[in-house]
């Protein structure tokens, strides 16, 4: 049976959705530090056999063992690109994002231009991952994505910070954006992104730093509980939201 018409936030023509995962193969190799992982197939296996990422909950506070239920990476945003978009330029995003992920976060190499349009792209997607994405069938993100897939240079703040300690392979917040400013944070492999809706270079309130090609891990500031706490607005009132994803060891 085929699949419903939307608008395809990516060109903005109505077409049949498709299927576009919230983990892509060369980022999954990427969480996973394994490149030998190169089919969707692989992706799902491993995620689902890791023991880390088998094991993801959902926390209302990333500093203490309060799980309130299981979170999977292996979902899938629907209704945001068509085929042929998810089959073009979010591919070819994505699979020069991995690599270039894999060798900022694990071989400490200086990074790429591609992580700024990636990072805003991945937080499109936690956006919608945790919730019914039928609000994306009008292509109200059509300016947002082709601002992405044309690589003309994201005008928004986009920060990276590290934390230290091992149980930080993956975090992230869900429910969409907040705090003030509104951001989206992720967090892979000890590295902290935090997507903001300001201006480049806009000053923000937790030590990071903005995300331009040659910025070396290294050097990113290393984020405290405090901040963190902040970061993942974790002591404010939150009504008819989720908490924060955030997996811990």
């Excluded at 790429?112 to 997607?125: G, T």
């Excluded at 090609?213 to 989720?242: K, N, Y």
Aim: proline share 7%; charged share 25%.
């Amino acid at each position: 049976m085929p699949r419903p018409e939307s608008i395809c936030n990516g060109c903005g023509k109505r077409k049949p959705t498709s299927k576009e995962h919230l983990v892509h193969v060369a980022v999954a190799s990427v969480l996973l530090k394994d490149r030998a992982i190169k089919t969707g197939k692989d992706r799902d296996a491993a995620l689902r056999a890791h023991p880390f990422f088998s094991g993801l909950k959902l926390y209302r506070d990333p500093l203490r063992s309060d799980p309130e239920r299981p979170i999977f990476l292996t979902v899938y945003v629907e209704n945001l690109i068509c085929k042929e978009c998810n089959q073009t330029w979010a591919r070819e995003l994505e699979e020069e994002a991995g690599n270039a992920l894999y060798q900022f976060i694990h071989l400490h190499r200086p990074a790429q231009a591609v992580l700024r349009e990636w990072s805003f792209y991945f937080a499109v997607k936690l956006w919608w991952a945790q919730k019914r994405a039928e609000a994306l069938r009008w292509g109200d993100l059509v300016p947002v994505l082709r601002a992405i897939s044309g690589r003309a240079g994201l005008p928004s703040s986009i920060r990276v910070a590290q934390v230290r300690g091992r149980r930080w392979e993956f975090a992230s917040m869900a429910g969409g954006w907040a705090g003030d400013p509104p951001h989206i944070t992720f967090i892979i492999r000890g590295v902290v992104f935090i997507v903001t809706r300001l201006p480049k270079g806009t000053d923000v309130p937790w030590p990071s730093v903005e995300l331009e090609a040659g910025v070396t891990r290294s050097t990113l500031p290393v984020l405290q509980g405090a901040e963190l706490r902040d970061l993942f607005e974790i002591e404010r009132p939150r009504v008819g939201r989720l908490s924060p994803d955030v997996a811990r060891a």
